[in-house]
């Protein structure tokens, strides 16, 4: 299983640019989780998605959309971006509650997206 | 859900153990003690969870005080790549990671 992978790794903006960062997971999980790290902080919630075609505002979702139209993939956009959005994005997933063996429901995190708005 | 506190920053030495504190003094009776780590801008990685008892598995323990208002995470034998962020965090262990809170965390350094 190559678990949860993130396209693109880096990418450089500029001011009022658009793009859309995409999250693949292949574990069947339900549930996925946009966040943003910005230097020498903790991870905050931007949006997430208890399951295929809906999506849930999270802590910081301003400046951001999302769509989950297939359960795998969970892709974020950001229609203009701005400098305030240089961050590392990162994408997670868990299981749902229904038929999973899971009893800890830990999130599996990709490897993350650099994003720098200049 | 419940704050945590943690220190900024630890120091440990290869092979000894390493006992990273966290309290977290308002959790309820339904949150459960979680901790994360991250290893240098990669994704954070789960360790370990716990309720009230003490927790085991092949990365580390966890110990929890009978008030569950504060916990340790063991790493019975530090090695250089656990040279990390941790992040303790309480919640509700339901499926919704959507209340995991991520603070700043204790960044540990593993020293030779």
């Known amino acids: 299983n190559a678990g949860v992978t993130q396209t693109p790794k880096f990418r450089v903006l500029k001011t009022g640019q658009s793009m859309t960062l995409l999250c693949a997971q292949d574990?069947?999980?339900?549930?996925m989780y946009w966040y943003r790290q910005d230097p020498g902080m903790g991870l905050r919630l931007i949006h997430y998605?208890?399951?295929?075609?809906?999506?849930a505002k999270g802590e910081v979702p301003d400046g951001y959309n999302v769509s989950r139209l297939k359960k795998q993939n969970f892709l974020l956009g950001l229609e203009s971006a701005a400098p305030s959005q240089t961050s590392v994005y990162f994408c997670a997933s868990s299981y749902s509650n229904r038929g999973t063996t899971s009893s800890s429901y830990e999130q599996y995190f990709g490897p993350g997206t650099r994003l720098t708005v200049t | 859900d419940a704050k945590t506190t943690q220190p900024t920053s630890m120091d440990c030495a290869e092979g000894r153990a390493a006992n990273l504190p966290c309290n977290h003094s308002t959790i309820s009776g339904n949150e459960y003690v979680y901790w994360y780590r991250q290893i240098h801008s990669q994704g954070p990685q789960y360790i370990i969870h716990?309720?009230?008892n003490n927790e085991t598995n092949e990365m580390a323990s966890l110990i929890i005080t009978e008030d569950r208002k504060s916990s340790t995470l063991i790493l019975p034998h530090a090695t250089l790549r656990d040279t990390a962020v941790y992040y303790c965090?309480?919640?509700?262990?339901?499926?919704?990671?959507?209340?995991?809170?991520f603070g700043a965390g204790t960044r540990l350094f593993v020293k030779a």
């Open positions: 574990m069947n999980h339900e549930y």
């Open positions: 965090i309480v919640r509700v262990a339901s499926a919704g990671g959507f209340k995991t809170i």
């Open positions: 998605s208890v399951g295929e075609g809906t999506t």
């Open positions: 716990g309720l009230k």
